[in-house]
């Protein structure tokens, strides 16, 4: 009576069942099992001090905003699985989404939950293609950076269409939704990139549902 996992398509943006995985080489998450509310009582219980009394929260995890409150977020993932949980520290609200998806769909659903809860809108998310949505463009591959995210992924071309590759796992189709503006189902983020005269990238945008926009950095240009 378990959920199967799915992992996302990098070049159609659909799902497909993930392959059997053996998690013997994963401590931790690969030899864990649990629900939403078994985490939820663990997170309680660390983040209250009745867990470790000696420890520190965000020593362990790191402090960080949402909707300008100090909050602690721990993410994970497993091929055709995810999980997100966020804790405000000033509102004591936790908040925890498991998924048997691998993309990081789990971060914005959390991100949407918690706006919903402190009376803000929280728009629908709705995405529509352009025509020529897979054809390559040029002007953007390479490697970038994600203010934030430790580590680069890189825009490129495989059998015809736009993807980006953060590592072989880690793998999402980019889909043209404007002249300038490409979905990324995997993270269900909007990549929007300026460019000047002559057709250079000069600066880019990472927009995800319920979080101000992230800076991207183009590190090496695709020669």
């Known amino acids: 009576r378990l959920a199967s ?64 409150k100090r909050a602690l977020r721990v993410s994970g993932s497993f091929p055709g699985t995810s999980a997100q949980m966020l804790h405000l520290i000033e509102e ?26 402190a009376g803000e809108a929280v728009p629908v998310p709705s995405i529509k293609l352009m025509a020529n949505a897979s054809d390559p463009d040029g002007r953007i591959l390479g490697k970038y950076e994600l203010e934030g995210i430790p580590f680069p992924f890189l825009i490129e071309v495989r059998h015809g269409r736009m993807i980006a590759n953060w590592n072989p796992v880690r793998q999402s189709a980019l889909l043209r939704i404007g002249t300038d ?28 549902t319920g979080r101000p926009p992230l800076k991207i950095t183009r590190i090496e240009e695709k020669k």
């Open 92 to 117: 004591d609200r936790t908040i925890i989404v498991l998924s048997n998806n691998y993309a990081g769909v789990p971060g914005e659903i959390v991100n949407g939950i918690d706006a919903w809860l």
């Open 181 to 208: 503006t490409w979905f990324s189902p995997f993270d269900w983020a909007t990549l929007k990139f300026h460019f000047d005269d002559a057709g250079r990238v000069t600066s880019a945008e990472w927009i995800g």
């Open 5 to 68: 996992g799915y992992m996302p398509d990098p070049f159609s943006g659909a799902l497909s069942v993930s392959g059997p995985e053996d998690p013997s080489w994963k401590a931790g998450g690969g030899s864990t099992y649990a629900t939403a509310a078994d985490l939820h009582r663990f997170v309680r219980a660390f983040y209250g001090g009745k867990l470790l009394e000696s420890t520190e929260p965000a020593a362990v995890f790191g402090e960080t905003k949402v909707r300008g």
